[in-house]
């Protein structure tokens, strides 16, 4: 469960990790009950600087999907 701003949703957190001395690493927590809408992405630049973006409101025309 991944805690946001648009409230508490299930999520699943992807990495991906730096491959070499330079490169960032990429974090998106995707939300399967709303179509795998990204809720949350963050990116940490080598010098340790992060972007870090949470979803503020879930979009009115997007239903919730009910899996089995």
Do not use: C, F
């Not at 690493?25 to 995707?30: A, C, I, M, R, T």
């Not at 949470?54 to 089995?68: A, D």
């Amino acid at each position: 469960t991944e805690s946001l701003p648009a409230g508490d949703v299930v999520a699943r957190k992807l990495t991906r990790s730096p491959r070499r001395e330079h490169d960032r690493k990429v974090e998106v927590w995707l939300m399967p009950d709303y179509a795998h809408l990204p809720g949350h992405i963050r990116v940490t630049e080598p010098n340790g600087d992060t972007l870090d973006m949470r979803l503020q409101e879930i979009p009115p025309n997007l239903n919730r999907s009910h899996q089995p």
